[in-house]
């Protein structure tokens, strides 16, 4: 079986010990923490390009959500900023929650190396900017109680269509939830799974250092794929399965029209075949079809906002030429 991890994730949540939280800040004040960030960011801003969200059009910001560097709540936000690296692993958004939320997403399973990077960015900042921590009892201080402490969100993008099929995950999400940690959609907190697409993340960030968040984190998730890969490992033989899975092959590469939902349902169950070895030979690129076919993607590639019933068409024409 494949390794069900689609990506690793570290957000560090950091504010500015001289302003108010970004939900009390005024105009003036938010520029101001916009451009002390930015010359905070000199030694590497040349990596990285700056956006304004106000700038914005909405079919980008849309497709920045789909892809997972910016919040749905960033997305809405007026004084919002982002500096985003050329190679898509970091980013620091600027104003939404928090004053400063540094994000490094590598793919698979590489929360190590995702760490290292964040870690770095942070030194980098912390040594320009006046970070609002409590040396003695809390930590960083954040907006949201739930990231005082460490203010790190670690986290795994992991398909689970087994568990999922089994229906396994309400009690996955009972049972890690006395750990401290929390599984949920494929865009985070209030977030409905697509395509059997989960984030697991801690819950909690006071009173562990990072180090024990990442290896409490990565020894819940093994658990979880242990149980997926046990379940996966008896389905290769079995005709059921393997018609559910070319059933769905078929429609995505013939459809002349479908929905995103119905699209990703289709998709997981196609990567479930793969790895489950129900199909052979066919690369595993699905995740990256399943981000391409969103609604804002579709529409970026299309060049304007178009409606539903034309983003159902060009999906269809987009998922016949990936899959074909």
């Known amino acids: 079986m494949k390794n069900p991890i689609i990506s690793s994730r570290i957000r560090l949540a950091r504010n500015l010990k001289e302003y108010p939280f970004p939900k009390s800040l005024n105009r003036a004040q938010a520029v101001q923490i916009t451009e002390k960030v930015k010359t905070a960011m000199a030694p590497v801003i040349q990596n990285y390009t700056f956006a304004d969200m106000e700038k914005m059009d909405e079919v980008t910001k849309l497709s920045l959500v ?78 949201c109680l739930t990231n005082t402490g460490t203010g790190l969100r670690a986290s795994y993008m992991v398909h689970l269509p087994m568990l999922e099929k089994t229906k396994q995950i309400k009690a996955l999400q009972n049972e890690v939830g006395r750990f401290g940690m929390v599984i949920r959609g494929i865009y985070g907190e209030g977030s409905e799974p697509l395509g059997s697409l989960y984030q697991i993340s801690n819950q909690i960030t006071l009173g562990k250092s990072e180090e024990e968040i990442i290896k409490d984190l990565k020894n819940i998730v093994n658990q979880i794929i242990k149980k997926e890969e046990e379940l996966q490992n008896k389905i290769k033989e079995n005709n059921d399965f393997a018609d559910l899975v070319y059933r769905s092959l078929g429609i995505v590469k013939y459809c002349k029209k479908i929905s995103s939902q119905e699209a990703m349902k289709h998709l997981s169950n196609i990567k479930l075949g793969i790895s489950s070895g129900i199909i052979s030979g066919m690369e595993d690129n699905i995740y990256n079809i399943m981000v391409d076919i969103q609604s804002g993607n579709i529409c970026k590639r299309a060049g304007d906002i178009i409606d539903s019933k034309k983003r159902d068409v060009l999906r269809a024409g987009y998922l016949n030429e990936k899959l074909n």
């Open 66 to 143: 789909e892809n997972h560097i910016i919040s749905p709540e960033a997305a809405k936000k007026r004084d919002c900023s982002l500096f985003l690296a050329a190679d898509g692993k970091s980013e620091v958004l600027v104003n939404e929650e928090d004053h400063v939320r540094i994000q490094t997403v590598f793919s698979g399973d590489s929360l190590e190396e995702a760490y290292d990077l964040a870690n770095k960015l942070d030194d980098l900042l912390d040594e320009r900017l006046n970070f609002a921590f409590s040396e003695k009892k809390y930590g960083y201080l954040t907006a």
